[in-house]
């Protein structure tokens, strides 16, 4: 039988031959024998295809859309013959310049599709642009042809995860990590064994959407350090990867390399999550540059003021107009792209409280794009996770809209494990509801809405935390001025590095004591990279401008901090050990399967009385409401800075109690295997000044 | 720097010896090779790739086309030149190619 033609040519311009597209999918979709373009616009006049030979400044041919190609707002054409892996296409949209209605358009500009799956113009990471070129960042084509040769997301139990957060070129960019093509999807893909001997399932990538690393360069005023968009917080479209971390992206290949790193990190059985933003784009206030959006729906995609000028709820220009029906789409078509295109397992929503916000920017009781989310079909496997604050001074930690399914960073966690650790008194009602999962915030959620945190990507570093008193960030350009105020750290005696063998003894210390409250608190833990190891950005807490040693893991550190390495990844076979650790229901401090004791108590340093005004909270897990069932567990934390003696509950009948921690104790015997160390020999031990003593039984 | 293309089927062993470099514009000359010599239904495709010095995404592209087009076909890659064999690892073709040092026996 004859093969069926459906598509056939019916235009011709300049020798290329074109006919009516189909206006769904949006994008550019290769079909038999062409291309179908479709993009949305609903105030433009017209519109054209711009054709390009790839990196040609000149296009070979403009085919503007006849007016029957247009239906309803969409346009759409199929261009037939074309070279798929030599190409690339943009548009030009004709329509009425009028800012204060909200209309920006301008013919001069070539813009790139908002659902672009590969974005050219940046290939190389930090390879100086061309800035003469019209047209920077340029839409090619994808292909679908990956061999994933069976995998599939992982679907690992959100009460299991350890997350791990990570910057693809950060971790192994620096030469220490001796990776072949260092700072790409490439390097980090050979260092899979050592985050499978760290003990994570769970790797989250600061944003790795197409950017600009090159947004707002400048060079320090003192130093002439080039400073760029390193951590990548500005999208420039939604559906394409960052080319500039993979090694290959020069020859066009960072989709086989993400997609290669991802299987493998599957197949090491660790979820891949992505840390996206949807709040705002890399087009800025009215100042910025045309790149996409702004000349193609301006009054669509963006919060505008009744002046037509941006909101600015993202702190850096612009709002995306998330709960647009429009817009809302888009979303939902990207990150349904990301899960079944790229089997991703997660997604991290950077402020995420502009999600919920009307198109007036007023916060939303039920928004239609965090419901839509929570409902997807194509998304009901995959952790939606929210930052669930926004610069616009909505802050919704513990009130984010969940729909039974959006956890949220718990901000609080971070925040009160810090005062905590650092030694204010008064803590201990709001840290027993941070360690059980903060029933208070998430009490008809469930432990799992929380993501538990004391470092993450902005902010300090966990040595810094225990280092510096304040910021220290003269190295960003902007007189300190920049970064966060409250960090709620202590020096432990000296601003910044020292000899002193005592202060650093006692950062050892508050690092192992922060990592143990982290990793044995109900709820997600996630560990910010190089935490494991000790990374200092000197004081920085706001390293978002530095591709270079300040931000980099230095795996050198590896060999040096053996001991710090050697706790935090027994501390995660501990937690792996241990499901007394890791339920997914809240503690009912009652005993509901007979074993004499409640599932969780509270204790000071006598069992059974808690100096609710003091700095030492003990607490008794029972291992028989645990599923499957465990060991007991008995922590004992003392943030006073004298050692105490604390009275130890009575171990399970048959059993005696071992040492797991003792945060006050040098390597190997601040932290044991999985056997556990020494027995206790009487009812009472002694818990270091600042320390924790876990004991197993 | 142009492409050379020789090309030769042997019972159910199709062979290609490749000389220069094959981008975006030499791979549609590849490509139609490749669909050629799949004609006869060989069970492998062994590519001479020693001169070979640079393989793009197109060209990798064809590797997976000639894979689709004929599911079960074994490929082999002889003596590839580091810079490639470093682009497969990299984009996870390797693991779907044979690459060798020795030609294979015919099949």
Known sequence: ?697 | MALDIQSAVDAKTARIALAGELDGSSAPALRETVDRVLGGKPTQLVLQVEKLSFMASAGLRILIFAKQKQPGLKIYLVKPQPGVVDTLHKTGFYDGVYVTDDEPALA
């Open chain 1, 1 to 697: 039988m004859d093969e069926r033609i459906d598509f056939y040519p019916t235009h011709e311009v300049g020798g290329i031959r074109f006919r009516r597209g189909r206006p769904l999918p949006f994008g550019a979709t290769i079909v038999p024998n062409g291309v179908n373009f479709s993009i949305f616009s609903s105030a433009a006049d017209s519109c054209t295809l711009v054709l390009f030979h790839k990196r040609e400044a000149e296009p070979f041919v403009e085919i503007e859309f006849p007016r029957e190609f247009r239906i309803g707002d969409v346009y759409s054409m199929i261009v037939f013959d074309l070279d798929y892996e030599n190409l690339e296409y943009g548009y030009r949209l004709s329509g009425p310049w009028n800012p204060e209605a909200g209309q920006r358009f301008d013919k001069a500009k070539i813009l790139c599709d908002p659902y672009a799956k590969v974005i050219g113009g940046r290939d190389v990471w930090r390879a100086k642009p061309d800035w003469s070129d019209l047209y920077q960042h340029r839409a090619r084509l994808s292909f679908d042809d990956f061999d994933w040769e069976g995998d599939r997301p992982l679907e690992i139990a959100t009460k299991d995860l350890i997350i791990y957060e990570a910057h693809v070129r950060g971790f192994t960019a620096h030469p220490s990590s001796k990776v072949s093509a260092p700072g790409t999807f490439a390097g980090l893909r050979e260092k899979i064994p050592y985050l499978k001997s760290l003990g994570i399932n769970c790797i989250e990538l600061l944003p790795i959407y197409e950017f600009d690393e090159w947004e707002n360069n400048r060079l320090h005023p003192e130093t002439g350090e080039l400073l760029l968009n390193y951590w990548g917080y500005s999208t420039l479209g939604f559906f394409a990867p960052k080319a500039g971390y993979a090694a290959t992206g020069s020859l066009g290949m960072q989709v086989d390399e993400l997609k290669n790193l991802i299987k493998e990190l599957h197949r090491a059985g660790i979820e891949v999550m992505l840390d996206v933003v949807f709040n705002h784009t890399a087009e800025g206030d009215q100042r910025g540059p045309y790149i996409s959006y702004r000349g193609i729906d301006n009054r669509t995609y963006y919060l505008l003021t009744p002046e037509g000028y941006y909101y600015n709820f993202s702190g850096c220009g612009n709002t995306l107009n998330c709960n647009h029906p429009v817009v809302r789409n888009m979303v939902l078509d990207c990150l349904r792209y990301w899960a079944s295109e790229y089997h991703v397992d997660g997604f991290r929503f950077d402020l995420a409280s502009i999600l919920g916000r009307d198109q007036n920017g007023a916060p939303l009781a039920n928004p239609p794009l965090l419901e839509s989310l929570a409902y997807d079909p194509v998304l009901s496997k995959c952790k939606l996770v929210a930052e669930a604050w926004d610069a616009g001074g909505l802050y919704q930690v513990g009130s984010f809209p969940a729909y039974g399914r959006w956890a949220e960073w718990n901000g609080r966690y971070r925040d009160s494990i810090r005062r905590f650790i650092k030694g204010d008194a008064g803590m201990l009602g709001e840290i027993g509801n941070r360690i059980q999962g903060s029933p208070d915030l998430y009490w008809y959620r469930g432990p799992t809405a929380s993501l538990n945190f004391i470092t993450c990507h902005d902010g300090f570093t966990l040595r810094d935390m225990v280092s510096y008193n304040g910021k220290h960030n003269e190295a960003n350009g902007e007189r300190n001025n920049d970064g966060a105020n409250d960090n709620n750290s202590w020096n432990c005696g000296w601003e910044g590095e020292t000899d002193d063998p005592g202060v650093n003894a006692l950062r050892s210390r508050q690092m192992r004591n922060a990592a143990t409250i982290l990793f044995l608190s109900r709820g997600v833990p996630m560990l910010l990279m190089g935490d494991e190891l000790g990374r200092t950005q000197g004081g920085n807490n706001n390293g978002y401008c530095h591709d270079g040693a300040l931000s980099w893991l230095d795996w050198n550190d590896v060999k040096r901090e053996t001991g710090l390495l050697r706790f935090f990844s027994n501390l995660l076979a501990f937690r792996r050990a241990h499901s007394v650790l890791r339920g997914d229901r809240f503690f009912e401090h009652r005993d509901y399967v007979g074993s004499g004791k409640p599932d969780i108590s509270f204790h000071g340093t006598r069992v059974g009385q808690l100096d609710w005004g003091g700095r030492c909270l003990a607490f008794l897990l029972c291992g028989k409401h645990a599923t499957p069932q465990d060991d007991d567990l008995y922590v004992a934390i003392n943030m006073f800075w004298d050692g105490l003696p604390f009275q130890v509950p009575q171990a399970p009948e048959g059993k005696r109690w071992r040492v797991a921690i003792n945060t006050s104790m040098p390597s190997p015997e601040d932290i044991y295997d999985s056997k556990g160390g020494p027995q206790v020999g009487s009812d009472e031990i002694i818990v270091g000044g600042r320390s924790i003593v876990v004991l197993v039984a």
